[in-house]
């Protein structure tokens, strides 16, 4: 499969307007700095090829903050219940960064471990992955310390790459990628040899992920380790929102006399009512712990279940977290301590 | 098509206004049929958010009404709720929603004049500015008996 | 060493406290994050200057830090008025906290609220004229680009309630978001939800908010939630006189009231 | 699952008239929940009750909507119904279908539509009613009147009389009040100390009061019919037991120069005294301030000249505690001294005197033997001038209100000193005269016209001292407006009767509320004038507002009469709509997070303290607790409350809730 | 201290002394004066009974003007003046609508930050922390302490504090030596009301603070304000010739009697423009030990 070719930027309105004719709708990042994040577009005029990261994810596309499931209704003694089928429009995903492109493995083995998850898996059967290879990266990346990189190609259909400000580098790496592309062949034109990985932006790795793997539960009942480390988390669900592999959820009932809807939500387990149980008891009371299984859960359980790591480096929770909380920093510090 | 007519929904205290709205009912005077009143004890016991559950599940024009100044039943409860919803109203004006469409009043348990004069005023300023359709619903009641999409959250 | 380090360590060598919260480096060279000195020779931790913006006040609540001990905290002028605000609403006593105010030459810690209230009535106060110009700048809106503006803004939040989480005055256990019997309000982030999220923050933080901002710092859709609160803090001060947290005076200006207070809009 | 009847009337036609009731029936059927639903003639007929009675047996049903007229009209009628049909009285609603909708509307589609949705939204609360039960709260029929002045006199022996035991607590060393200060009385000039002493003595007599003079009231809890009070029996550095009230310490003690409070300073008295030949008890005390004993360490003349060996210098305060039932605050006023008054010299003269230092000098018993003396040289004043509202009327002094009393004590006193000093000039300058009241107008035209007293109508701006005589300086708006200047050699403020100044502790105290100027403030002024917001605190006399006599002494008994009237029962028993705090499990026990704001807000100060201690006795959180004896059920707090911890019975959110989701 | 001093029209004109004496003791005070640039009229002259809005104006503007000149405090001398800015910046702190209003008017900025202070609070304030042991020629006078109406109403401005009884003044007259009376016309209207239409109210209540000042013994009116100066002082023939009277106590401003008992000359103190000559029988021997004249006159009608 893994072809090379060479599009234009200036072709890429073309591309554009093909995809948009052949029914997709295309998602891309737009926005001013400080606020750019994942949106239908129509042309790439308004497409961001500079930015370090989006605020928010992609993952939207997939999963939705919200997305209703089912409606019922009450009528005198009956209750008329059906489903609300998924909408899963075919989309493009244009210009998500390579750990943006990796977290797709991670949401899949969530979505369909044990069985497949109805509104996740036509969402991602129908998006196709444009990636866009970073050029830039800040103090918060660490996608070179989880196995990915800015020149990943993991997740995505195509990645593109920018060779210089006139030209990408386009790596077709699946069928869902070349049917894009077939979208409009005459765009693309022959690599000419010329490696993408002098563009790539420079990610120090921080830590070594399989060590962290190992090392975690052993550091588990070390609970002044994570107290430590979380005394100041307030406790809120930013980083949750942004991450990009987050996927926790919460199933409400909406209701208007008698009639309603089931809606699933994101939630976000740095709530504290996250784990409240009916009987008032909460196994994650403290803050602490709350931290310890967000760690955990991203660099343990989901890589020794799931066989997937849980974090792609993509730095978004550190940079919106509002007092500062550096994941890259915490695991990197773990990855110190001797056991 | 038929007129749009509004649903407005009234708040009112147990002791003045519903009071006074039984007088406009003994008297026999005549008032829009579109509202519908939520009786509470004491305009004190209005929580600002009811006025927002009202508009999410319909509402297109809200009344509040109890005893005038002075002449609360628990004495103080309507002057609490004065100043509720003097900084209430700020808010939602700062926010953009309608205040054309929230209105307060002091109704006696002696003005089933004003109760009716009121209740008209409302109506027809509110279908004048036709359903708060620009404020989000609980819910799309129409779009569910159809089993039409539901907006996803991006 | 500088005079609040020093008199952190002080404080810390003479076991006046347990622990000093303050402000310390952060992951970038602009940034600070708190961090809690519990040893005197960990005093140079503590930096202050104009990027230390967090109300600290928050952490003299969180269990966590509690469970350290008696707390002093580093305290810009919204922080001093956030702990009087607390102590009349009954979260802090007397003996829990010593703040130590800067930004005003000398530090000085203040071991009571009698001695903050003192130091606060020397402190100007009310609101700055940028603050004001943004109020008004939106009430010069027309009613639909009102609308349009906060629906473009709320549209952006995903209900992580870090507004909540970084705002001291937000220490309710049970949060009204997360009363469902019945659920006032909408889980999900629709616009409904968000709406009403937004306002009911709002209205509960009237007559109690400070106006220290942390709301929209912590915001990570960067939507300016605290303009909401500013409107109310300004219009309960002009309506009502309530400057909270100038005092530990229960004077909560929606449980009291004047039989002279204006209703011109009440028919 | 609920099971909900629905019944529909008609009221004859007066609802059918308009509304299809037969089809608000049948649609009712269809709301989910609903078991039952018919419509009929006369709901509130005994047929009509007897269909609700036999549904509820018959259709097991858990919720009855009646579909009617006003509530207010007719709810206790269908809650006996259910609760004769064995269905808890409060899960029973009305939807008003009559005064609400069929009354006020035309017969259309549009109005049956409106009935429709006013069954359906009852339908939604009372699904969510829970059974309540009527309060019952005992009674301690006992009253404390609080005050010994006329007020609390009539008040303890109306109480008294009706069969009731009466504790009466006075701060001074007799009872009495100002009463007993008092010359003659307006207007009927009787002697105030020989109407008044009567009553004094047959309080101290009465077997169903218990009397504590020179004691204070320390604290106030509890509730309608259970309250307990504590009170602080000041040391009186005697035993009253063996006080024979002979007299022979006060007429040796050796510091006889101390101001007489109750001569208004005008006299003197001694260190171990009683305050009035009269006074009830008649037995002294020692004023610890000024015995020399107490301020030097020697002395001890009284102990040793007293008879019964009484004096007891280590006696120390005493703090009694009681249970009573019903408070009467009866305590009184006070005069706003003469240096409150920049314009008339911030009280440097001592020949401008209070109308109470007046009253003492025209007393017969009073310093001077009822002989009008200048305080500062003893000369009778040949020109006297009396200034009404002193105080009074006056924002710009922060007194706004009017003393109701001085235009009739100034003619009085005008009158008094021209039947005294029949050469004398007097001027009385006012403002207006308010003499409403039986024979007062009569009275002050009488002052006016036979004693010729001259009355200025203008106010003073100043007084001012030119060669030992007070210059009184003011306008005569009668006659073009002149300024007008009179030299007098005495004047006479009539200064404004106010609040004691420690009404705003004492009503904290009793956690009542007051008004500006620190007046004890009454449920309603019209409708409950004489019981205060908590209830079981009545109030009587001039610590409301100003009154003259025949006012206090009336309202007296009306507080009385309202404390009978409470303790004819042995229990209370009330609506249970109050409010209640939510209780959850460990580790919160209750989402009420202890802020308190709620307290400030409740018109009733029913919101009170709980703590919530582990077995150890640890306190884990203080919430707020509401006393559902005080409680009116206004849902101020539930409102106000920001975490829901408070709830309305009979009106919660859930009910709400459900009431506007089903809009 | 640095302060910000506005003169108003008195201080230039009629009133030039009470400029040049504040000036004159400013050093050994310890104070330091900046004119507001560029200020106007205070209206207290017809203005701000004639027209609302210009009423608050006038003032608003001067006090906008010392804002962005960074003053936080100024010293208004004339008491007249300091009614009308002190009133201004009481109403426009009160009322939002107003304040809008007015700054609409003027187009400045306006935060209502500075403070506005009269010369006696300044004075008693300055004398309190820096004339400690300054004092050389003691003022060994009685004198009637005037303080007319400015500094004492309407309540809500008044910077004394027993309004009908002040004795700031009475006060920082001991500190340079004087024997303040006890006397009845301290707060009573001088007439500067009716200056113009009515002199002969003027000359009525005029002459009656004289008189009571001269029956109780003083030798000296003080006083804080140009109005009540020109009418103790410039009305005296109009005061003489209607009460049958003749009366030669001076008046001075309170400042040129701290500047003398400092021990500065007369003439820079501006005692030579009373109408009334200030001349003191018995003079003090120190005051007079260099002089040759045998009672001391500190100032004539000579120019």
């Known amino acids: 499969m893994n072809e090379s070719k060479i599009i234009l930027k200036k072709s890429l309105g073309e591309w554009f307007n093909m995809m948009t004719a052949g029914g997709y709708r295309v998602v891309g990042p737009v926005g001013q700095d400080g606020q750019i994040d994942f949106e239908p577009v129509t042309s790439p005029d308004a497409v961001r090829f500079d930015h370090v990261q989006t605020n928010n994810s992609g993952k939207w596309v997939m999963f939705p903050r919200y997305e209703a499931m089912m409606r019922f209704r009450l ?265 | 098509m038929a007129e749009f007519e509004p649903k407005v929904v009234a708040f009112v205290c147990n002791w003045c206004t519903y009071a006074g709205a039984d007088l406009t009912g003994t008297s026999r005077m005549k008032y829009a049929t579109n509202v519908r009143m939520i009786r509470l004890p004491c305009t004190g016991r209005i929580d600002f958010m009811l006025l927002l559950q009202a508009f999410g599940h319909g509402a297109d024009g809200i009344i509040v009404s109890g005893c005038h100044p002075g002449d609360c039943h628990y004495s103080a409860g309507n002057f609490h709720a004065r100043r509720r919803w003097m900084l209430f109203r700020e808010l939602l004006d700062f926010a953009g929603i309608d205040l054309r469409r929230v209105h307060f009043s002091w109704v006696s348990a002696a003005e089933g004049a004003k109760w009716a004069e009121l209740v008209n005023d409302v109506v027809n300023q509110v279908r004048a500015l036709g359903p708060y359709d620009e404020f989000p619903k609980r819910l799309n009641r129409q779009s569910l008996e159809q089993l039409c999409s539901v907006e996803v959250g991006r | 060493m500088n005079e609040l380090q020093q008199t952190a360590k002080d404080l810390l060598e003479k076991n006046a406290v347990a622990v000093v919260i303050g402000y310390g480096m952060g992951s970038e060279p602009s940034l600070r994050r708190a961090v809690f000195v519990r040893k005197p020779d960990q005093a140079p931790q503590l930096i202050f200057d104009e990027s230390c913006r967090q109300n600290l006040a928050f952490y003299v609540l969180k269990p966590e830090v509690k469970a350290l001990g008696k707390a002093a905290v580093v305290a810009r002028t919204p922080t001093l008025r956030t702990l009087l605000q607390l102590a009349t609403e009954n979260q802090i006593t007397d003996e829990s906290v010593v703040a130590l105010p800067v930004g005003n030459g000398s530090v000085q ?159 | 699952m609920p099971r909900i009847g629905v019944f529909i009337c008609h009221c004859g036609e007066n609802i059918s008239g308009t509304v299809d009731c037969a089809e608000v029936a049948k649609v009712s059927a269809e709301f989910p929940g609903v078991v039952h639903s018919v419509d009929y003639k006369y709901m509130c007929s005994d047929p009509g009750q007897n269909l609700i009675k036999n549904a509820i047996q ?144 047959e309080v101290a007599q009465h077997p169903n009061i218990t009397l504590y003079t020179y004691a204070e009231l320390e604290k106030l809890d509890g509730f309608i019919g259970n309250f307990r009070a504590v009170i602080r029996k000041k040391a009186k550095s005697i035993d009253e037991k063996l006080c024979t009230g002979c007299g022979v310490c006060f007429q040796k003690c050796p510091n006889k120069k101390i101001l007489s409070e109750f001569n208004t300073h005008l006299g003197t008295r001694t260190a171990i005294y009683v305050p009035f030949p009269q006074a009830v008890p008649n037995k002294p005390v020692i004023d610890r301030e000024h015995c020399m004993y107490f301020q030097k360490g020697k002395c001890r003349i009284c102990e040793k000249f007293c008879p019964t060996k009484a004096i007891r210098f280590d006696q120390q305060d005493e703090l009694i505690e009681v249970n009573v039932g019903a408070v009467v605050a009866a305590t ?127 106010r003073v701006s100043r007084i001012y001292d030119r060669d030992g005589k007070l210059v009184v300086r003011g306008v005569d708006t ?186 | 201290m640095k302060i910000g001093f506005y003169p108003g029209c008195s201080l230039l004109g009629s009133s030039r002394e009470y400029n040049e004496s504040l000036k004159a003791i400013a050093p050994a005070m310890g104070l330091e004066f900046a004119e507001v640039p560029d200020w106007n009229c205070c209206g207290a002259t017809a203005a701000h009974s004639l027209d609302h809005q210009l009423a608050f104006a006038l003032p608003a503007r001067i006090l906008a003007l010392a804002e962005k000149a960074g003053m936080e405090e100024l010293l208004v001398p004339c008491s007249a003046c300091f009614s009308r800015l002190a009133a201004t910046r009481y109403e426009l702190q009160k009322n939002a609508d107003l304040r809008k209003e007015i700054i609409d008017i003027i187009e400045m900025p306006y935060q209502g930050t500075v403070k506005v202070s009269n010369a006696l609070e300044v004075l ?48 920082l007259m001991k500190v340079v030596g004087a024997e303040p009376i006890d006397w009845a016309f301290k707060v009573e209207c001088c007439g500067a009301g009716l200056s113009v239409s009515r002199t002969d109210l003027v000359a009525g209540l005029s002459g009656k603070i004289i008189k009571d000042a001269v029956h109780r013994g003083a030798e000296a009116i003080v006083v804080a304000c140009p109005m009540c100066h020109t009418n103790l002082d410039l009305r005296r023939d109009a005061i003489e010739a209607q009460s049958h009277e003749r009366y030669s106590i001076p008046v001075l401003y309170l400042s040129q009697v701290i500047g003398l008992a400092l021990g500065i000359d007369p003439r820079t103190l501006g005692l030579h423009r009373h109408h009334v000559p200030v001349r003191f029988p018995d003079a003090a021997p120190n005051a007079s030990a260099d002089s040759k004249k045998p009672e001391l006159q500190l100032s004539g009608k000579d120019d």
């Open chain 4, 58 to 201: 018959e259709k097991k049903l858990t919720g009855v909507v009646v579909a009617a007229c006003s509530p207010r009209m007719h709810e206790p009628t269908f809650r006996r119904a259910c609760a004769e049909g064995g269905l808890n009285p409060f899960l029973c609603e009305m939807a008003n279908l009559r005064e609400h909708c069929s009354w006020v509307h035309e017969k259309l589609p549009a109005t049956t539509e409106k009935a429709i949705d006013l069954v359906r939204i009852m339908v939604e609360k009372v699904k969510r009613n829970r059974p309540l039960f009527s309060i019952n709260v005992p009674v301690t029929k006992t009253a404390l009147v609080l005050g010994g002045g006329i007020a609390g006199i009539q008040a303890a022996l109306d109480i008294a009389n009706a069969g009731h035991k009466v504790i009466m607590v006075e701060r001074q060393a007799s009872i009495g009040g100002h009463m007993a200060q008092l010359s003659e009385t307006f207007p009927t000039l009787d002697c105030s100390q020989c109407i008044l002493t009567p009553r004094m003595v």
């Open chain 4, 332 to 458: 009184g006023y006070e005069v706003k001294d003469t240096d409150f008054f920049p314009e008339y010299g911030y009280g440097k003269y001592p020949d401008i005197i209070t109308g109470l230092q007046f009253e003492r000098l025209a007393s017969a018993s009073g310093p001077t033997g009822g002989v009008i003396k200048r305080p500062s040289d003893g000369r009778i004043p040949e020109t006297i001038a009396f200034i009404a509202c002193a105080g009074s009327r006056d924002p710009a002094k922060g007194i706004s209100y009017c003393s109701k009393i001085c235009c009739m004590y100034t003619a009085k006193h005008a009158m008094l000193y021209k039947h005294k000093v029949h050469q004398g000039k007097a001027y009385v300058f006012y403002m207006d005269i308010r003499a409403g009241g039986k024979m007062y107008e009569e009275f002050v035209r009488r002052t006016i016209e036979e004693d010729e007293v001259h009355y200025v109508r203008g």
């Open chain 5, 124 to 171: 008693c304030r300055a004398a309190a922390a820096n004339l400690n042991g300054k004092i050389t020629k003691p003022f060994a006078h009685k004198v009637a302490c005037y303080y007319g109406c400015y500094l004492t109403r309407p309540t809500e401005l008044a910077t004394c504090k027993r309004t009908e009884d002040p004795q700031e003044m009475d006060e």
């Open chain 3, 109 to 267: 810690p203040l071991t009571n609220f009698a001695a903050i209230e003192q130091y606060l009535a020397n402190v100007p106060r009310g609101f700055t004229a940028q603050e004001q110009q943004e109020l008004a700048a939106i009430k010069s809106k027309t009613l639909a680009d009102r609308w349009a503006f906060w629906k473009s803004e709320l549209s952006r939040c995903i209900k992580c309630y870090a507004c909540r989480a970084a705002c001291p005055m937000c220490y309710c256990s049970k949060c009204i978001v997360e009363v469902n019997q019945p659920q006032w309000v909408p889980v999900p982030s629709d616009m409904l939800g968000n709406l009403e999220w937004n306002v009911i923050r709002a209205m509960h933080l009237a007559g109690r908010c400070i106006s220290c901002g942390s709301c929209a710092d912590a915001c990570p859709a960067h939507i300016r939630i605290d303009l909401l609160n500013q409107l109310l803090a300004t219009e309960a001060m002009q309506q009502f006189g309530a400057e909270p947290g100038l005092s530990v005076r229960k004077d909560y200006a929606l449980a009291t009231f004047k039989p002279t207070d204006k209703e011109e809009f009440i028919r």
């Open chain 1, 75 to 339: 009528s005198g003694k009956e209750v008329q219940a059906g489903e609300i089928p998924p909408q899963a429009p075919p989309t493009v995903l244009f210009g998500a960064h390579p750990c943006d492109a990796a977290s797709l493995a991670t949401l899949n083995a969530v979505f369909t471990w044990d069985s497949s998850d109805a509104y996740f898996e036509p969402k991602l059967a129908n998006t196709t992955i444009i990636g866009l290879s970073c050029t830039k990266g800040d103090s918060y990346c660490f996608c070179t310390s989880v196995g990915g990189g800015p020149g990943d190609t993991r997740g995505s259909d195509v990645l593109l790459t920018p060779l210089d400000g006139e030209k990408f580098l386009a790596e077709i790496l699946t069928e869902k990628g070349k049917s894009v592309v077939g979208l409009a062949p005459q765009l693309f034109s022959a690599a000419d040899g010329t490696s993408k990985e002098a563009a790539l932006a420079k990610i120090p790795a921080r830590f070594n992920h399989r060590d962290v793997t190992a090392k975690l539960p052993s550091l588990f009942p070390k609970e002044d380790v994570w107290k430590e480390q979380s005394l100041r988390c307030l406790g809120c669900g930013a980083c949750a929102y942004v991450c990009p592999t987050c996927s926790c959820f919460d199933i409400q009932d909406e209701r208007d006399r008698y009639t309603g809807v089931r809606i699933r939500c994101w939630d976000s387990c740095g709530f504290g009512l996250f784990t409240l149980h009916a009987s008032n008891h909460n196994p994650r009371h403290k803050q602490s712990e709350r931290w310890r299984q967000r760690v955990m859960h991203k660099f343990s359980y989901q890589p020794e279940r799931l066989n997937v790591l849980g974090c792609v480096g993509c730095g978004r929770c550190s940079r919106s977290c509002p007092v500062d909380m550096n994941l890259g920093e915490h695991v990197a510090a773990l990855a110190e301590i001797k056991v």
């Open chain 4, 478 to 663: 009668l006659l073009n407006a002149k300024p007008i200047e009179i030299e007098a050699d005495m004047v006479v403020l009539a200064t404004a009767m106010v609040a004691q100044p420690d009404a705003e502790e004492l009503a904290q105290k009793m956690k009542v509320s007051y008004d500006e100027n620190k007046f004890l403030s009454e449920a309603h002024p019209k409708l409950r004038p004489v019981e205060m917001n908590t209830a079981g605190i009545f109030v009587a006399g001039a610590c409301q507002a100003p009154k003259d006599i025949p006012e206090t002494v009336a309202q007296a008994s009306a507080a009385a009469s309202k404390v009978a009237g409470l303790f004819s029962k042995d229990e209370l028993s009330r609506e249970p709509v109050v409010a209640v705090v939510s209780r959850t499990g460990p580790p919160e026990f209750s989402n009420c997070v202890g802020c308190f704001l709620c307290e400030s807000a409740c018109p009733y100060q029913a919101i009170e303290h709980e703590e919530i201690k582990t077995r150890d006795g640890k306190l884990i959180k203080t919430v707020a607790k509401i006393n559902q004896g005080v409680c009116q059920g206004c849902g101020t707090c539930v409102a106000l409350c920001r975490t829901k911890s408070i709830d309305l019975q009979g009106f919660t959110n859930e009910q709400i809730f459900a009431e506007l989701v089903s809009l």
